[in-house]
């Protein structure tokens, strides 16, 4: 057997991942520095008897991942900050029309084209709220090769489970870095499939959820004939102008997130029993916050870190109950200040919540927490 | 007691339809479903998709797999339905605003690549269910509500943009050639690739009211009078075609089919690796 260790790019992984979990239709546009995305996956997927599509624009290829998975294809698409901006109607439609899929955004400097070449993370905010109306989210940041392939499979069977978007929020640096990994065998992979309906096609009503709050997905083309509208719609998917009818999707759809927050969301700490400080970053910053913790643990400061993994919904209880025992929370981001919001909200009465931003289009580099720290001590 | 063709193809449960009496927009999609019944087509098999307007109300009232997008974006939408199942018949509902303005480019780039759609524009000449702005195809001074001394943009030839962009297919034809246009849908159903067939409508409501069109009738009068078939259109002089409006097959020239051309590609692979 060929062996699974490889050197390769996060955005490589992401195909890789994609394609283990099923995806066979890929429909984006072209943009540094999520490119590779595209051109990697217009490589694989012919060769998986899956299809390939560059589209005409960001909308169109927000448009097409949605028709096809619709067509019961697992679908994803890629992109960065402006194309993510391009994307956002139509996510707000395959929330409402409860169309599987997943987002990628390599994010990079921004606002407007920005630092095309060079990481941020200016898109935390906008993946949570980048279309408009009430609406639930899942967003997963990697900060690793590895985890970009574990994180996209994640990405796709959550799709598949709760019937949703979910977007994938990576970063220039996870993007392009090269690192080495070992892939999982197939065989050890857990892939979810949508829930099909197992009723005939009079019975089916394709907006009814069951007790998880999802409503079983026919395929077009499989005999159930139904009607799927990104307007307000009852359980048959017809149209409705019905404020108790509104009321009631828009509280289902945000509740059937809120309802499996417990298996959504995910996070990783290190060293928070006995921590006095806890530093909380994502995607690449958390590995220069790992370093940090190190170079200060060896100077007898008792430094731990959380990462959230699963941004958005963020992991609020765990922080919640950490921020009862630390003094202090350190939040270093590349933007100037967006989860930090999140953590003000979830923990700023219990602790001391301080931030350290960078709008430089670089790195935040391990020493530059360092001296947060001390300072602030 | 509604005809065989409601019976059959119309969800009649959500009848009546939203549409202004003296719409096009009923005929239109009576003639289209009538096409559909002629190609012998079968209805879990077809797929009809729309953007947004009055005229893309139409497929919550057909009995196939049916999808509402967004505005000016069923073509990309199709285009993913018919990469994940090529065995779909996918028919595309469109108004004027929604296919040649904000749909504009996903027009030209699905007539470009010739993908297996059929396309089928409602052409009302103006923005119906946001009230009466003008559209890419008002024509020159004509007034809408956002034109009230006049449109001063020139209206695109919906048919003569489709055939340039590689469209393998195009046709025209009126709410009052019910006939015609059903025929023409029939031969885009069979042809391969991509195929356009604008269908002009009237907007009693908004178009015929700011421009004082008269009624209904007088407005579908002005399309019987007014429209020319290509066939007959080469024996007449052109000051006597100054002012028709040309309808019949326009364009009907065959070419390899997008997912066809992406299979062949799939299927030189998988043989290059036995
Ligand atoms: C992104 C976006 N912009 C604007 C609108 C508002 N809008 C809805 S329908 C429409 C125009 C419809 O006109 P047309 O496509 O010609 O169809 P008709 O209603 O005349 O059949 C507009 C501007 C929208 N729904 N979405
Ligand atoms: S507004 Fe015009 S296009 Fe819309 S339904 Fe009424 S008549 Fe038809």
Redesign the interface.
Known sequence: MKSRVRLMQGNEACVEGAIAAGMRFYAGYPITPSTEIAELSAEKLPLVGGRFMQMEDEIGGMAAIIGASLAGAKSMTATSGPGFSLKQENIGYATIAEVPCVIVNVQRGGPSTGMPTSPAQGEIMQARWGTHGDHPVIALTPSSVRETFDLTIKAFNMAEKYRTPVILLMDEVIGHMREKVQLPDPSELEIVERKRPDCSSEEYLPYKADYDLVPPMADFGTGYRYHVTGLVHDETGFPSNNAEVADKLIRRLSNKIEMHRDEIESWEEENTEDAEIIILSYGCVARASKSAMNILRSKGIKVGTFRPISIWPFPERRLRELSLRVKTIVVPEMNLGQLVLEVERICGCNTIIEKLNKVSCEIIYPEEIVRKIEEVL | MPSELVENYFRTE?LPQIWCPGCGHGTITRSIVSAIDKSGLD???V?I?SGIGCSSRA??YL????????HG?AL??????????P??NVIVIMGDGDSTAIGG??L??ACRRNIGITAIVYNNSIYGMTGGQYSPTTPKYDKGTTAPYGNIDKAFDICNLAASAGATYVGRATAYHANLLTSLVQNALNNDGFSLIEAISICPTYYGRKNKRGTAVNMMEWQKNNAVNISAAAKLSPEALEGKLLIGELKNSPEPEY?NE?QK??DR?KKE?Q
């Open positions: 959500k209805k879990n098999k797929c998709v497929p919550g009995d196939f797999n049916t999808l509402h997008t967004t974006r990309a939408f199709a285009t993913g339905i018919k990469m994940a199942k065995d779909i480019n996903h030209i780039h997912t992406y590609i799939i692979l690796r």
